[in-house]
């Protein structure tokens, strides 16, 4: 049974940093796509993040390049999102996913198991 589990939100002041984490389980987590998406109150969820299962690629939503940096380890199966620069408008419900087999990249669609999310709060 495919598991995520996110951690490491919180609340943190503008220009601030944060690491978020994604805890895999029930799968051979090496061998698929993983990326990050994002919730706002309001608004529709979206991708934030993506990397390949070879390491051989990521990527980025234009609103978080240069700020936000994917990574995993696969000896741990484990995800993270290192947040820096921090901006209000980075506040959100954030959410680990899975990829469907040979699919990646920031478009929801592509994903197939979901975490139930960590909060991200960033204040002004």
């Known amino acids: 049974q495919v598991h995520l589990l996110e951690s490491g939100g919180g609340s943190v002041q503008a220009g601030g940093s944060l690491r978020l984490s994604c805890a895999a389980s029930?799968?051979?987590?090496?061998?698929?796509?993983m990326g990050w998406f994002r919730q706002a109150p309001g608004k529709e969820r979206e991708g934030v993040a993506a990397?390949?299962?070879?390491?051989?690629?990521?990527y980025y939503a234009t609103s978080v390049e240069g700020r936000f940096t994917i990574s995993r380890d696969n000896a741990k199966n484990t995800l993270y999102l290192q947040m820096n620069s921090l901006k209000p408008e980075d506040t959100a419900m954030y959410f680990c996913?899975?990829?469907?087999?040979?699919?990646?990249?920031?478009?929801?669609?592509?994903?197939?198991?979901w975490g139930q999310g960590t909060q991200v709060t960033v204040s002004s």
């Open positions: 029930g799968f051979t987590y090496s061998s698929y796509c």
């Open positions: 990397i390949t299962a070879g390491y051989s690629r990521t």
């Open positions: 996913a899975r990829a469907g087999v040979f699919s990646c990249g920031l478009n929801r669609d592509a994903y197939n198991y």
